[in-house]
């Protein structure tokens, strides 16, 4: 990594879900460009821990253990966040589960199944986003991005849950997006393809696997970085006039799919 | 101020096609963020001008007057880059040509010129700049295109075609070329101009329609580029992405 350049100084972002995988590369990057740091998620081993490398790379950092689907938590996250780092500029709505992918047959599904996957993954969006955009709207700016998933874009068999709540995320990004387009709030969505988040390695996945040769073009699968990046990107002024948009991120695969393996036979042009 | 990361020192970039912005604004973000930049064009002056840009940020540039309709031009152009570069890292196709007629007074020239035009040229550089770039497995191709390419408006259908066979153009390349490390994606311009107001009739109509309630600024296009020719994309290809001001969100 090249050192940062201050593109995010004097700015605060939140981000849930930051003690592990993709959300705490997104707070190492964004600290990186200068941004203090709001990690928030249920574990508080995680989050510190991501606090903890924040403030070795320079800006503040502030672990606040929070359940996104239980709204007093995050109304006092966002209000903690307020007192404590005097501000908030970004935030990120990284938190979610793969949750409910067993592939039961649908009438075997529970309430309390359903309400946990639509709860983890597109209510606690909406409860970090109702907590948030007052202040923005005050402030007369804001950015947020929403993470949501290729599965909100496809229906793959037996998703139900999750799938439903990432395509509605990928729409409530959308809404939010026109509805608070001109009071300067910017809010985008990204759709991560398969990304391995068990630990923060540096290299790219070695090619050839079962997933990398069949599904993804560019033949590996993902690393947080890719999606970090982008999160910068978006989190910072260079995308002041992209909102509402999708970026799906994921090495090629969501242009494809309507072959196995992507590649049609040679066939030669004949006309009768 | 570009992202650390996102910088582009010693990159070698070719903005290829006619347009009415994207020599001069792609050309500048491009050599802001470090890379030296060629320019392929019939406009020789316009060309010229957005060369003076990058040497204003301390970047080499090369100008080459080229008809991107033609393949002959454009392989002969690749080569004079490449030799003068030594490699292509970033390919900007960048060309649009519009034309506003209801169909049935289309003529099969005007049809033809259009797909030409905004459709074929974008071909031709991603063909012959595509075989560079297997040769070194990298590259990064960008395709500047309008959100016409996936919406349709009445007295655009010529351009609507056009502007969608690019996206498709680049949906196919991602996923022939991904082995190679070479990502291909779009950029979906939506409502864009320099100035505030352009005096275009039904001004006052449009920037209400458009939820920003504003035009973009071509150099809001720009930092989108930047960031997408970067080496932090390996991983995101096959997309079309909007700089739109939300437009593409409403119905």
């Known amino acids: ?272 | 101020m570009v992202a650390g990361d996102f910088r582009l020192e010693g990159k070698k970039a070719l903005v290829a096609g006619d347009s009415k912005y994207w020599s001069k604004y792609a050309g500048a973000a491009l050599a802001e963020a470090g890379a030296d930049v060629a320019f392929a064009a019939r406009n020789a002056k316009r060309i010229e001008e957005a060369a003076g840009e990058v040497s204003r940020h301390g970047q080499k540039a090369l100008t080459l007057k080229t008809d991107m309709t033609d393949a002959a031009q454009v392989q002969k152009m690749v080569d004079q880059v490449v030799a003068g570069f030594g490699r292509i890292d970033i390919l900007v196709n960048a060309n649009e040509l519009l034309l506003a007629k209801p169909l049935l007074e289309t003529s099969e020239s005007e049809w033809h010129r259009m797909i030409d035009v905004n459709l074929n040229s974008a071909f031709h550089g991603c063909q012959a700049v595509g075989r560079q770039m297997i040769k070194q497995e990298k590259g990064r191709i960008i395709n500047l295109i309008s959100c016409l390419a996936e919406r349709g408006v009445a007295n655009f259908a010529a351009y609507c075609a056009a502007m969608g066979g690019v996206l498709q153009l680049t949906r196919a390349l991602d996923i022939e070329w991904g082995r190679h490390g070479i990502t291909v994606n779009a950029i979906g311009t939506g409502w864009m101009s320099e100035t505030e107001k352009t005096g275009a009739p039904q001004e006052e109509l449009l920037l209400k329609y458009i939820p920003l309630k504003r035009y973009g600024r071509p150099e809001e296009v720009g930092s989108l580029l930047v960031y997408l020719v970067s080496d932090t994309t390996d991983f995101l290809t096959g997309q079309l992405l909007y700089v739109d001001g939300a437009a593409m969100c409403h119905l």
């Open chain 1, 1 to 272: 990594m090249a050192t940062g350049n201050g593109t995010l100084a004097g700015k605060v972002a939140i981000i849930t879900g930051g003690g592990t995988g993709l959300g705490k590369m997104m707070a190492l990057l964004m600290a990186k460009e200068g941004a203090d740091i709001v990690v928030a998620a249920r574990r508080i081993g995680a989050i510190e821990q991501t606090a903890d490398e924040v403030r070795e790379i320079g800006p503040r950092a502030l672990a606040i253990p929070t359940d996104v689907t239980d709204p007093a938590q995050v109304n006092n996250l966002v209000e903690r966040t307020l007192v404590e780092m005097g501000g908030l500029d970004i935030l990120v709505n990284n938190a979610g589960i793969v949750r409910g992918q067993e592939r039961r047959p649908l009438w075997e599904v529970t309430d309390e199944e359903w309400r946990i996957g639509i709860d983890t993954n597109l209510s606690g969006a909406f409860y970090c986003c109702r907590a948030a955009i007052k202040h923005f709207v005050d402030q007369g700016h804001g950015k947020i991005i929403n993470i949501a998933s290729g599965n909100g874009m496809r229906g793959n068999r037996g998703d139900f849950m999750y799938g439903t709540a990432k395509a509605g995320v990928i729409n409530f990004t959308r809404v939010l997006a026109t509805t608070f387009a001109q009071d300067n709030i910017q809010i985008n969505c990204i759709a991560p393809g398969f990304v391995n988040v068990r630990e923060l390695q540096p290299e790219p996945s070695t090619r050839g696997s079962f997933l990398t040769s069949d599904f993804i073009p560019v033949g590996r699968i993902g690393v947080p970085e890719d999606i970090g990046h982008l999160a910068l990107f978006l989190a910072s002024d260079a995308s002041d006039y992209i909102t509402g948009a999708l970026f799906a991120n994921d090495g090629g695969g969501l242009a494809g799919g309507v072959s196995p393996t992507g590649y049609a036979p040679v066939i030669a042009m004949e006309e009768d």
